[in-house]
């Protein structure tokens, strides 16, 4: 077995202290206006922007550097017609009785329900899924490590991404989902974890308070 190929680190950038720190906060300050949107404008989204944005979320860290992930990008209008009646019917039984009331409790603040419009009027959906297993050299099967945090560390570039460029998201998980492999023609050896919903706002578009409060840094992290 030989060892790996390295490389030097050259696309590294160091920074004074000082602007270190200002560019901390500075990305902070920018991702803290993001917020979660359910209210779409049906504007159309250039392709290349949501391209960008995917080989961005495609840098993320992965299990063995594995990638264990495929995002399914659905704009046509018939097919997101046809998730937004799957999904419903999902929606419909969780809110009618399969989620348990302290779960609708939580969620109650922001104001959710079983109707899912935004499905089919926001320009761009992307189907995210988690890969089991990839194709090594010669067509090898190759088992994945850590695909639950593979992919979301790849959402949350996805999403900063979309948010960078000017774009407004929904993290949506119907559940199950297995409707999305069909709709989307992936594999069933493929699990799909969100449905992400990319766009501009409309007009109108109103937010939940409850949803732009976080918790204070002392409550999110400890230093030992």
């Not at 920018?30 to 922007?49: A, L, Q």
């Not at 779960?103 to 890969?131: N, R």
């Amino acid at each position: 077995m030989t060892g790996p190929v390295l490389e030097s680190l050259s696309a590294y950038r160091s920074y004074p202290p000082e602007e270190m720190i200002a560019r901390a906060k500075a990305f902070y300050e920018d991702i803290r206006r993001r917020r979660t949107v359910r209210d779409f404008s049906d504007k159309p989204v250039p392709r290349e922007t949501v391209e960008y944005a995917l080989l961005a979320a495609g840098t993320a860290p992965s299990g063995a550097n594995l990638q264990p992930w495929h995002f399914a990008v659905i704009v046509d209008p018939d097919a997101k017609h046809r998730i937004r009646e799957e999904a419903e019917v999902e929606e419909r039984e969780f809110y009618n009785g399969r989620a348990p009331q302290e779960w609708l409790d939580a969620l109650a603040p922001l104001g959710t329900d079983a109707s899912k419009p935004f499905l089919e009027t926001a320009p761009v959906l992307i189907a995210i899924f988690g890969q089991r297993s990839s194709e090594g050299p010669g067509g090898k099967k190759v088992k994945n490590y850590y695909v639950p945090e593979s992919v979301g560390i790849a959402t949350g570039f996805l999403i900063a991404a979309l948010h960078e460029a000017g774009l407004v998201t929904l993290t949506h998980t119907p559940s199950p989902m297995g409707f999305l492999n069909e709709i989307c023609r992936r594999p069933e050896t493929e699990k799909p974890y969100i449905l992400l919903v990319a766009g501009y706002p409309a007009e109108d578009c109103k937010v939940p308070v409850h949803g732009g409060i976080k918790k204070p840094l002392e409550a999110i992290a400890s230093w030992i």
